[in-house]
């Protein structure tokens, strides 16, 4: 299987914007899309909507919105941290919160990296670019949890 990336986004322009960017970026790999938190977390754990999903195929890279409907952001990561087979998944927060309270409690959570989405689109672009190179060519992925 190729390496997948799980966007998390609710906002179905984030999500036009996020495609573009990794277009854009000459990110190919195949891309989930999660509108809210809890299709978020069925889609890991193979629950919901996603039963019997094999879970042994996790995202190489999860890039999480904070602000998300059903779960927020800093639920699902709280969850997918305490899960056996997904804590050492890398979650990468993509948000446009500037709130320091939101940063702290993520990376107390556990999350790899925390982004705010720029504004201009040149410049998310160049951002998504570099998390592409970085997790999904350069970052050694952790081993999976037996």
Not at 120 to 127: A, G, R
Request: proline share 5%; net charge negative.
């Amino acid at each position: 299987m190729g390496k997948t990336i799980l966007l998390v986004e609710d906002d179905p322009s984030d999500v036009d914007l996020t495609m573009r960017a990794l277009q854009k970026g000459h990110i190919l790999n195949k891309l989930v899309v999660a509108s809210d938190g809890q299709d978020a977390l069925d889609y890991l754990l193979g629950t919901g909507a996603h039963a019997g999903r094999d879970t042994s195929e996790l995202p190489t890279l999860t890039l999480l919105d904070l602000k998300l409907p059903k779960v927020s952001g800093l639920d699902v990561l709280r969850r997918v941290r305490t899960e056996g087979v997904t804590r050492r998944m890398p979650v990468v927060i993509l948000t446009s919160s500037r709130e320091e309270q939101d940063m702290a409690a993520s990376y107390d959570l556990g999350v790899n990296s925390y982004i705010r989405k720029p504004v201009d689109f040149e410049q998310f672009v160049q951002s998504v670019a570099q998390l592409g190179l970085y997790w999904l060519v350069l970052n050694e992925e952790p081993p999976k949890v037996k």
